[in-house]
Nanobody, 122 residues
Framework: QVQLVESGGGLVQAGGSLRLSCAASGSTFSINAMGWYRQAPGKQRELVAAVSNGGSANYAASVKGRFTISRDNAKNTVYLQMNSLKPEDTAVYYC????????????????WGQGTQVTVSS
């Protein structure tokens, strides 16, 4: 089991910045990748950014160049630095940890944080 605790959401004006943090605990040795998803009202949850154990990151096209994901493996913590925020970035942001284990083939289990609200005013 993996537990995730997020922090750092809030209200910011367009053009501003926020930094989200997510600390993992429990069976962290088995985490393969960590990332951030978001869900706006009436929309499906979407990937914002993810980073592998090796540091390889990928981003949604809508945030590339504005958001930066980083990971501190020693602290089992992932961060999302969000710059040049836009009203359309308003959503609940969820931390994700993907646990992978091998038993004849690879199995993935996703864990989620409780979510943190990010609101960008115009």
């Amino acid at each position: 089991q993996v537990q995730l605790v997020e922090s750092g959401g809030g209200l910011v004006q367009a053009g501003g910045s926020l930094r989200l943090s997510c600390a993992a605990s429990g069976s962290t040795f088995s985490i393969n990748a960590m990332g951030w998803y978001r869900q706006a009202p009436g929309k499906q949850r979407e990937l914002v950014a993810a980073v592998s154990n090796g540091g390889s990151a990928n981003y949604a096209a809508s945030v590339k160049g504005r958001f930066t994901i980083s990971r501190d493996n020693a602290k089992n913590t992932v961060y999302l630095q969000m710059n040049s925020l836009k009203p359309e970035d308003t959503a609940v942001y969820y931390c994700n940890a993907r646990q992978r284990y091998y038993s004849g083939k690879f199995y993935d289990t996703d864990y989620w944080g409780q979510g943190t609200q990010v609101t960008v005013s115009s």
